[in-house]
């Protein structure tokens, strides 16, 4: 497969808002949690938009909840770098949330455009450091879980669903972290997340006005996996 590479033109007019704030974007406006001098995993996520039934939307998946790190937890297509995937400070995280987002969702990648990046962030829980990759599906293919061994359920949410007040609310972590969620297509998007899709709402004016005195906790089930495997 030819390397990726991020092409600006050619977006949806809903699209370039999205497109102007992550090229703007700095990591202490998206996190506290930044990349360590030395160290951490590279790794890339897909945060890919499309338009389906509902207008404009996001591709997500259920992490299995059998998987070391982050098992159950909704999240963006991705994973850590392969060498084959490139320089971490280069192409490789296009590279590696194309071919992860392939693997885990049968996405066929000739239809995806991608157009821009984010800086890259921490997990300090798995000691990931991650670059969100923005791409726009722009011709769209069938998509289901591969292999049930690493992906649970692959899901659409529209925009609209995530920008909804009714649908936001501030997560309570029994570890004490506090963050941004969204109650959505039946489930709790929380963690990192929920906390790049919040500052891209937020800095591409897609954001509605929410109550974030209104706090979540996690479901038992949620709780005992983030026990059991650290997340």
């Given at each position: 497969m030819t390397a990726p590479a991020l092409v600006r033109d050619g977006l949806p007019a809903w699209l370039v808002p999205v497109r102007e704030a992550a090229e703007r974007a700095v990591p202490e406006q998206l996190s506290r949690f930044l990349p360590?001098?030395?160290?951490?995993?590279?790794?890339?996520?897909?945060?890919?938009?499309?338009?389906?039934?509902?207008?404009?939307?996001?591709l997500l998946i259920e992490r299995a909840r059998s998987l070391r790190s982050h098992?159950?937890?909704?999240?963006?297509?991705?994973?850590?770098?392969?060498?084959?995937?490139?320089?971490?400070?280069?192409?490789?995280?296009?590279?590696?949330?194309?071919?992860?987002?392939?693997?885990?969702?049968?996405?066929?990648a000739s239809g995806v455009q991608l157009f821009a990046r984010l800086?890259?962030?921490?997990?300090?829980?798995?000691?990931?450091?991650?670059?969100?990759?923005?791409?726009w599906w722009r011709v769209e293919s069938p998509v289901a879980v591969v292999d049930p061994a690493e992906t649970g359920a692959v899901f659409r949410v529209p925009l609209a669903e995530l920008a909804d007040p009714a649908n936001r609310a501030k997560l309570r972590h029994p570890s004490g972290f506090t963050g941004p969620a969204f109650q959505v297509a039946g489930r709790l998007v929380w963690g990192f997340t929920a906390g790049v899709i919040d500052r891209v709402l937020h800095f591409s004016g897609l954001e509605r006005p929410w109550d974030d005195r209104r706090t979540v906790e996690l479901s038992e089930e949620a709780v005992t996996l983030a026990q059991r495997h650290g997340s």
């Amino acid at each position: 497969m030819t390397a990726p590479a991020l092409v600006r033109d050619g977006l949806p007019a809903w699209l370039v808002p999205v497109r102007e704030a992550a090229e703007r974007a700095v990591p202490e406006q998206l996190s506290r949690f930044l990349p360590p001098a030395e160290g951490g995993r590279p790794s890339a996520v897909l945060m890919l938009f499309g338009e389906g039934p509902a207008g404009p939307d996001l591709l997500l998946i259920e992490r299995a909840r059998s998987l070391r790190s982050h098992a159950g937890q909704p999240s963006f297509p991705g994973g850590a770098l392969d060498p084959e995937d490139g320089d971490p400070a280069g192409g490789g995280p296009l590279a590696a949330a194309l071919r992860e987002a392939v693997e885990e969702t049968g996405l066929d990648a000739s239809g995806v455009q991608l157009f821009a990046r984010l800086p890259a962030l921490y997990i300090p829980v798995s000691g990931f450091v991650v670059t969100p990759v923005l791409g726009w599906w722009r011709v769209e293919s069938p998509v289901a879980v591969v292999d049930p061994a690493e992906t649970g359920a692959v899901f659409r949410v529209p925009l609209a669903e995530l920008a909804d007040p009714a649908n936001r609310a501030k997560l309570r972590h029994p570890s004490g972290f506090t963050g941004p969620a969204f109650q959505v297509a039946g489930r709790l998007v929380w963690g990192f997340t929920a906390g790049v899709i919040d500052r891209v709402l937020h800095f591409s004016g897609l954001e509605r006005p929410w109550d974030d005195r209104r706090t979540v906790e996690l479901s038992e089930e949620a709780v005992t996996l983030a026990q059991r495997h650290g997340s």
